[in-house]
């Protein structure tokens, strides 16, 4: 649950960030290399953040990492304890780069921000301010009280954004939602009727696999289940076990006994988000065979209310949620104006009559013409072009 008195802003903290011309390179580079290991563990973490540490020491005139960690698992331990770990005597004198503030707070473990002053580190490079009202200063105070020197705000905009489903959760009381979508040259994303189609190549489905392993949750529509049966797993090998919860909207709780997620559910877990419409007798089945029951406010047309679904998921801890379709499920997410990001692959394939529109009723513009979007990134995949919209 999220503590009351959260901060209601999530931009990035730059009251204490130097400018960006004095910024040393060589924090600017452990900071990267920080933020790329707490990357390693991204979508196994929540309800915490994906923190990456890395702790630096001049040895023979040069700058050496000697110790290394990232978010465990369940949250526990914090990077910067691993990287304590691995740095041992070392850490004594030594620089330590964390991509978020320090904890304050005392849970399972002590304060991580007591840890690194004990431990002897003589500086630590923060990337980004904690928004967590247990920790937000509170960590950099305890340090700078054990004399330890304190940078704040090195690549503070990549960091905010590595973290920015922590922050959108405890700043909205929801998820970082990421869309994502797969177009075909036509403009359609599969057909009504009939066999589907693959509207991207390989290299897109690989990349998508590596989203899905980076996600909390991942969450389609009943509809999808009913026209793909998919299994929205993460299916890239070595990487099976990284698959990410699975959500299903489904106001009436229809999604069938026999499809794939439900007779899967015990293995990867399913929780399907539904009203007080749905009859008892199907949310017992459901329950029976595994799947958890979400109940939520339903909207004027009887469908579960987006808003409430999200809020319901940050509840539970869930910070990165990917949301994969299908048209309708898509459409209310941007119709409500709740898609943070999104992914749009356009695939050289035409579906023809009976195609599906990407957001169902509402128009593709909708999404790729807001002005609140900007876009990201864009690439070529194969034969197939990405575009990544963010919305800052």
Same mark, same amino acid.
């Given at each position: 649950?999220?503590?009351?008195?959260?901060?209601?802003?999530?931009?990035?903290?730059?009251?204490?960030?130097?400018?960006?011309?004095?910024?040393?390179?060589?924090?600017?580079?452990?900071?990267?290399?920080?933020?790329?290991?707490?990357?390693?563990?991204?979508?196994?973490?929540?309800?915490?953040?994906?923190?990456?540490?890395?702790?630096?020491?001049?040895?023979?005139?040069?700058?050496?990492?000697?110790?290394?960690?990232?978010?465990?698992?369940?949250?526990?331990?914090?990077?910067?304890?691993?990287?304590?770990?691995?740095?041992?005597?070392?850490?004594?004198?030594?620089?330590?780069?964390?991509?978020?503030?320090?904890?304050?707070?005392?849970?399972?473990?002590?304060?991580?921000?007591?840890?690194?002053?004990?431990?002897?580190?003589?500086?630590?490079?923060?990337?980004?301010?904690?928004?967590?009202?247990?920790?937000?200063?509170?960590?950099?105070?305890?340090?700078?009280?054990?004399?330890?020197?304190?940078?704040?705000?090195?690549?503070?905009?990549?960091?905010?954004?590595?973290?920015?489903?922590?922050?959108?959760?405890?700043?909205?009381?929801?998820?970082?939602?990421?869309?994502?979508?797969?177009?075909?040259?036509?403009?359609?994303?599969?057909?009504?009727?009939?066999?589907? &189609?693959?509207?991207?190549?390989?290299? %897109?489905? @690989?990349?998508?696999?590596? =989203?899905? +392993?980076?996600?909390?949750? #991942?969450? /389609?529509?009943?509809?999808?289940?009913?026209?793909?049966?998919?299994?929205?797993?993460?299916?890239?090998?070595?990487?099976?076990?990284?698959?990410?919860?699975?959500?299903?909207?489904?106001?009436?709780?229809?999604?069938?006994?026999?499809?794939?997620?439900?007779?899967?559910?015990?293995?990867?877990?399913?929780?399907? &988000?539904?009203?007080?419409?749905?009859? %008892?007798? @199907?949310?017992?089945?459901? =329950?029976? +065979?595994?799947?958890?029951? #979400?109940? /939520?406010?339903?909207?004027?047309?009887?469908?579960?209310?987006?808003?409430?679904?999200?809020?319901?998921?940050?509840?539970?801890?869930?910070?990165?949620?990917?949301?994969?379709?299908?048209?309708?499920?898509?459409?209310?997410?941007?119709?409500?104006?709740?898609?943070?990001?999104?992914?749009?692959?356009?695939?050289?394939?035409?579906?023809?009559?009976?195609?599906?529109?990407?957001?169902?009723?509402?128009?593709?513009?909708?999404?790729?013409?807001?002005?609140?979007?900007?876009?990201?990134?864009?690439?070529?995949?194969?034969?197939?072009?990405?575009?990544?919209?963010?919305?800052?």
């Amino acid at each position: 649950m999220i503590p009351a008195g959260a901060s209601t802003l999530i931009a990035p903290q730059t009251a204490n960030r130097p400018d960006a011309g004095a910024i040393a390179p060589e924090d600017a580079r452990f900071m990267r290399a920080a933020l790329a290991i707490g990357r390693r563990t991204r979508g196994l973490t929540w309800p915490n953040p994906a923190v990456g540490a890395v702790i630096v020491r001049e040895i023979d005139g040069q700058p050496v990492i000697v110790g290394r960690g990232a978010t465990a698992p369940s949250g526990r331990p914090h990077a910067e304890i691993l990287a304590l770990r691995q740095a041992g005597d070392a850490a004594k004198g030594a620089t330590a780069y964390v991509t978020l503030e320090p904890c304050a707070h005392w849970g399972r473990s002590g304060p991580c921000a007591v840890a690194l002053a004990e431990h002897g580190v003589r500086r630590v490079v923060v990337g980004a301010s904690d928004i967590n009202p247990r920790v937000k200063d509170k960590g950099v105070e305890i340090l700078r009280a054990a004399g330890v020197e304190v940078v704040m705000g090195v690549l503070a905009r990549e960091c905010h954004d590595a973290h920015i489903g922590h922050f959108r959760r405890f700043a909205e009381r929801r998820p970082q939602v990421q869309l994502k979508l797969a177009i075909s040259r036509d403009g359609f994303i599969g057909r009504r009727e009939g066999s589907q &189609i693959h509207i991207t190549g390989p290299e %897109i489905q @690989r990349f998508v696999h590596v =989203m899905r +392993a980076e996600a909390d949750g #991942i969450l /389609v529509g009943l509809g999808t289940v009913l026209n793909d049966d998919p299994d929205l797993t993460c299916r890239l090998e070595g990487m099976e076990d990284r698959s990410p919860i699975r959500f299903v909207l489904d106001s009436t709780a229809r999604l069938p006994l026999g499809s794939n997620l439900v007779r899967t559910a015990r293995e990867v877990p399913v929780k399907l &988000i539904t009203t007080p419409a749905a009859p %008892i007798e @199907r949310t017992s089945a459901l =329950m029976a +065979a595994g799947v958890e029951i #979400i109940t /939520v406010a339903e909207d004027e047309h009887g469908r579960v209310q987006v808003p409430a679904a999200l809020g319901a998921l940050a509840h539970r801890g869930i910070t990165r949620l990917m949301v994969e379709g299908g048209g309708a499920t898509a459409g209310s997410f941007v119709a409500a104006g709740l898609v943070d990001e999104a992914y749009l692959s356009f695939g050289p394939v035409d579906i023809g009559e009976g195609g599906v529109p990407p957001l169902g009723p509402v128009p593709l513009e909708t999404l790729t013409k807001d002005p609140h979007f900007e876009l990201r990134d864009q690439c070529v995949l194969g034969q197939d072009r990405l575009i990544h919209l963010w919305r800052p």
